[in-house]
């Protein structure tokens, strides 16, 4: 069975960095696109960030220059640094692995979520 392992989150205070890390196990391929969404209390999940298995990102405004996204293909990894981080960001993050960069035709892969929060 597919899993996505998480790990990373936690309590940080504002200006503060944290590290997400995800793991995909039982695939042999390559995912071709990984990334990180969010939900907080009262939103809808939204995306925070992806990467494709070439290298190519995509960003969420409220997180462009803050956040930095990366990935090992030879683990099946993607890895999310987060700085300069705002109470904004308190939310339940959720690693999402792909098995084509569209859309309409991926079958997508869930984490079970990591909470991060940020105080004040």
């Known amino acids: 069975q597919v899993q996505l392992v998480e790990s990373g989150g936690g309590l940080v205070q504002a200006g503060g960095s944290l590290k997400l890390s995800c793991a995909a196990a039982?695939?042999?391929?390559?995912?071709?696109?990984m990334g990180w969404y969010r939900q907080a209390p009262g939103r809808q999940r939204e995306l925070v960030a992806e990467?494709?298995?070439?290298?190519?990102?995509n960003y969420a405004d409220s997180v462009k220059g803050r956040f930095t996204i990366s990935r090992d293909n030879d683990k099946n990894a993607v890895y999310l640094v987060m700085d300069s981080l705002s109470p904004g960001d308190t939310a339940v993050y959720y690693c999402?692995?792909?098995?084509?960069?569209?859309?309409?035709?991926?079958?997508?892969?869930w984490g079970q979520g990591i909470q991060v929060t940020v105080s004040s």
């Open positions: 039982g695939i042999i391929f390559r995912l071709p696109r």
């Open positions: 990467i494709t298995s070439g290298g190519r990102p």
């Open positions: 999402n692995g792909a098995t084509a960069v569209d859309n309409l035709v991926a079958r997508n892969y």
